[in-house]
């Protein structure tokens, strides 16, 4: 029994180094926690942007596309959300094992933020978004992989 759960502490433990290692694991479709929306992580150059690829509910009571209705930029408050870049220029720094340096964007209070990204073992994403520059000063997301 202590070899099968030794043997299982390792595969666990090389399978996450793999994922974090790799600065293109985060690419893909990623489930955000309230469940409404869908987010791709692509690469953008040699960085890295993300983009609502699904919403549970697209279209407003009016009918039309959902906007960017919250954006202190009154001349963005007319965008589409759908396909909307909210996160951009994300590095991997593989000294942290995490992508730094990007920004994000919340279409829900719609301020904008520094961010991080942190890979998990059992494979989900922590998107931590944090205000004046002070990483204490911050609020995590944890997102899920889209099969």
């Known amino acids: 029994m202590l ?3 030794v043997l299982s502490c390792l595969l666990l ?3 996450w180094a793999l994922f974090a290692s790799n600065p ?3 690419l893909g479709t990623w489930l955000v926690p309230e469940k409404d929306a869908q987010v ?3 690469k953008c150059g040699a960085k890295y942007c993300a983009k609502i690829v699904w919403l549970q509910k697209p279209i407003d009571e ?3 596309p959902r906007k960017d209705a919250k954006n202190t930029n009154a001349a963005l408050r007319t965008r589409p959300l759908m396909n909307m870049t909210f996160l951009e220029n994300f590095a991997y720094d593989s000294k942290a094992n995490e992508w730094s340096g990007g920004t994000l964007y919340d279409s829900r209070s719609g301020k ?6 942190k890979a998990n073992a059992n494979g989900t994403l922590t998107l931590t978004g944090y205000a004046l520059g002070m990483r204490w000063l911050s609020r995590s997301n944890i997102w899920t992989r889209v099969k």
């Open 24 to 26: 293109d694991a985060i």
């Open 112 to 117: 904008s933020y520094s961010g991080y990204i």
């Open 40 to 42: 791709e992580i692509y």
């Open 3 to 5: 070899r099968i759960f």
């Open 62 to 64: 009016k009918g039309q």
């Open 13 to 15: 433990s090389s399978s």
